[in-house]
T-cell receptor
Framework: DSGVTQTPKHLITATGQRVTLRCSPR?????VYWYQQSLDQGLQFLIQ???????AKGNILERFSAQQFPDLHSELNLSSLELGDSALYFC?????????????FGPGTRLTVL | DAKTTQPTSMDCAEGRAANLPCNHS???????VYWYRQIHSQGPQYIIH???NNETNEMASLIITEDRKSSTLILPHATLRDTAVYYC??????????????FGTGTRLQVTL
């Protein structure tokens, strides 16, 4: 158990719909990262937040958005869903030290778009 | 971040040591070598990381060559539960901005009886 929690575990929805994925980081971790894993693309970085502020963007579509709240939990919002958005979505968190900022991953949310 | 090259797949008998190689010939002086693994669609699991000295923890050992162009992850006594995809990632731990992990295709390790 990494200490990172994600809800829900599974989500099934239809094309055109909007969903919200939730992530609670490990206690004390200020950084949250979102990754997408699809069959044909592998694990891809989407976005990073640090203490409520966006820090880096990866291959995140404009239909997707995220935020990190004052209690440090984060939400990933996916809208106008398409079949190709079906994937595993992972959240990770990290705390920076002088030597490293190892990321610890949650169990993921499996999104199926029908 | 430097690119890495790993074998696509490897087999290992249960109880034997699993040695997973990684080539990172373009690694920079301030880049660390990280290893993660992913067991069947679970979240990636951190294993170990190092800069230039060999490292050992309760899960594995990491051997980095003196020129730092390659490394080997060693699972000393592999079990069936070690069957997973193992990712070798080379990165600067913290740049102040982007701190992402770039995953390649990894090595699929199959541990057999």
């Amino acid at each position: 158990d990494s200490g990172v929690t994600q809800t829900p575990k599974h989500l099934i929805t239809a094309t055109g719909q909007r969903v919200t994925l939730r992530c609670s980081p490990r206690s004390g971790d200020l950084s949250v990262y979102w990754y997408q894993q699809s069959l044909d693309q592998g694990l891809q970085f989407l976005i990073q937040y640090y203490n409520g502020e966006e820090r880096a963007k990866g291959n995140i579509l404009e239909r997707f958005s995220a935020q990190q709240f004052p209690d440090l939990h984060s939400e990933l919002n996916l809208s106008s869903l398409e079949l190709g958005d079906s994937a595993l979505y992972f959240c990770a968190s990290s705390v920076r030290t002088a030597r490293t900022d190892t990321q610890y991953f949650g169990p993921g949310t499996r999104l199926t778009v029908l | 971040d430097a690119k890495t090259t790993q074998p696509t797949s490897m087999d290992c008998a249960e109880g034997r040591a699993a040695n997973l190689p990684c080539n990172h010939s373009t690694i920079s002086g301030n880049e660390y070598v990280y290893w993660y693994r992913q067991i069947h669609s679970q979240g990636p699991q951190y294993i170990i990381h190092g800069l230039k000295n060999n490292e050992t923890n309760e899960m594995a050992s990491l051997i980095i060559t003196e020129d730092r162009k390659s490394s080997t992850l060693i699972l000393p006594h592999a079990t069936l539960r070690d069957t997973a995809v193992y990712y070798c990632i080379v990165r600067v731990p913290y740049t102040g901005t982007a701190s992402k992990l770039t995953f390649g295709t990894g090595t699929r390790l199959q541990v057999t009886l």
